[in-house]
């Protein structure tokens, strides 16, 4: 067991105690100290975070999450408002979580503004939803082609057009910044529309 400073927190780290375990993490404690200093090391803060979560421990992690928020790490802001939205550690909370969102939006996450949409896309907003992908998009989510080309094959929040849509869908799959998932789901989805696009 050993004690280190972390972003004003006490950490305990509870090592392995048997050679079997190998270097997997066992658990974290936090005590909070009220000295903040200057060497606060927001990246370790999500680095428990991140670790706890993966353990199943929620509370741990959304403790890490929320000192890291504190201090205005830009990770551990979305991290946390992503707890909030799902319901990791306790019941989902969609208003804390937009407002997390929004923050970390200010701060510069591009991430952020796709989450953003979603809310309001659960919400039933679907102009707000619209409007958050294409900012998300502006911001460098390229994910974000994927919700839009969505929007306007539906006709979702804005005009239905399928010229659009395949631009949206195009881009997703040449984009180098996108998920492995979302950049098959648009290669699907393209298959599926560029005829309609030729034909007219």
Known sequence: MRWV????????????????LGDKWLGVKLMVRTRRGPEADCSALFRIGDQAEDAGDHQLA???????????????LDRLAYHFDVGFGG????????????????LGSHTAGNNIAILYREAGNRRAMFRWFERALERGDSNANLELAKCYLGGMGVRKSVRLAVRHLAAAVSSDDISEASREEAKALLAQFR?????A
């Open 5 to 20: 400073s972390v972003a004003g927190l006490t950490v305990r780290l509870m090592l392995p105690t048997s050679p079997a």
């Open 62 to 76: 959304r403790r890490s999450f929320e000192r890291g928020a504190e201090l205005g790490d830009l990770l551990c």
């Open 91 to 106: 019941k989902p909370d969609k208003p804390l979580a937009m407002r997390y969102y929004r923050r970390a939006w200010r």
């Open 195 to 199: 005829p309609a696009l030729v034909e």
